[in-house]
Structure formats: structure tokens, C-alpha cells
């Protein structure tokens, strides 16, 4: 068990957005900008910072 002198929260948040063009599904996709899995696809979102609400967290522009 880990313990911190400090809050540490471990709450994420993604978006997932599918749309249809062409007759084709299409789900939007983002290059990871750090590790792990730098410059690998993701959906968009991160991390729920401590004063943050899921909302705030999922708009974060830090995160596309």
C-alpha cells in the first residue's frame, strides 16, 4: 500500500467521439504526447487533476 504526504488522485477521463462519413465509422484518435507510449494513438482525455472536474479534465488542451 502506497501512502502520500500529499493527495494523489488517480481518477481519468476520456472522449470518445464516432461519427459516420462515407458509410465509414470513424472514432477520433490523438498522438500520446509523453510515456508511456509516446507518439502512440489515444482517445483524448487524462488524468483528473485535484480541483478539477471531469468535464475541466476531458477540455484539458494539455491533453490532445
Known amino acids: 500500500m502506497y ?18 462519413q462515407e458509410e465509414q465509422l470513424k472514432v477520433l484518435l490523438i498522438r500520446r504526447l509523453s510515456d508511456p507510449f509516446k507518439n502512440g494513438w489515444a482517445l483524448p ?6 480541483d478539477e472536474d471531469l468535464e475541466q479534465a476531458a477540455n484539458a488542451p494539455t491533453n490532445f
Not at 482525455?45 to 485535484?50: C, L, M, R, Y
Request: negative net charge; proline residues 8%; hydrophobic residues 40%.
Open 3 to 20: 501512502q502520500y504526504e500529499y493527495p494523489h488522485p488517480s481518477v481519468s477521463t476520456d472522449i470518445v467521439i464516432f461519427t459516420i
Open 45 to 50: 482525455g487524462g488524468f483528473v487533476e485535484i
